[in-house]
């Protein structure tokens, strides 16, 4: 195995588990107080696909359908998802997002935004933003690709 390479993804889930774990515990943020942060992932991937179905929501959250079941039921009584026809399944139901849902998603972005934004600020130049972005641009396509070929 590449030893770079593994560092590399070792980092990474370093970075994905403690600045998750760190952004959540530090907020004291009327939405945390609302909505579970497995509920505002959901709102997020929603949001990011448009419209998706309950599987692969399910798969990006790494958990049964039952939870997405739930955590749905949760945010529809809220106002925040809804459901909608699939276009190439005529059985095939969606979730997308309300205008509140989209709103909230907005709020979230903001408030997530603000919190990274001093942290990183203080600790990285101008060039390694750069070189950041330009990774995982890179990673992010290569993932969506992938995850297209399956």
Excluded: C, W
């Excluded at 942060?37 to 990011?48: A, F, G, T, V």
């Excluded at 005529?90 to 849902?101: C, F």
């Excluded at 990274?116 to 933003?129: A, C, G, N, R, S």
């Amino acid at each position: 195995m590449n030893k770079k390479l593994s560092e590399a993804v070792a980092l990474f889930e370093e970075v994905i588990m403690y600045g998750t774990e760190r952004i959540i515990r530090s907020f004291e943020h009327q939405i945390f107080e609302e909505y579970s942060s497995e509920q505002l992932q959901m709102l997020q991937i929603i949001s990011k696909s448009e419209h998706i179905s309950p599987g692969k929501l399910a798969s990006l959250q790494g958990v049964h359908k039952s939870a997405i079941s739930n955590r749905y039921k949760k945010l529809e009584t809220k106002g925040l998802v809804t459901t909608v026809d699939s276009d190439e399944d005529l059985r095939g139901k969606l979730i997308a997002l309300t205008d509140k849902g989209h709103d909230v998603v907005s709020m979230f972005n903001e408030v997530i935004y603000e919190h990274v934004e001093k942290i990183v600020l203080d600790d990285f130049q101008e060039t390694e933003i750069d070189e950041f972005l330009r990774i995982f641009r890179k990673l992010s396509t290569i993932l969506k690709t992938e995850g297209d070929r399956k």
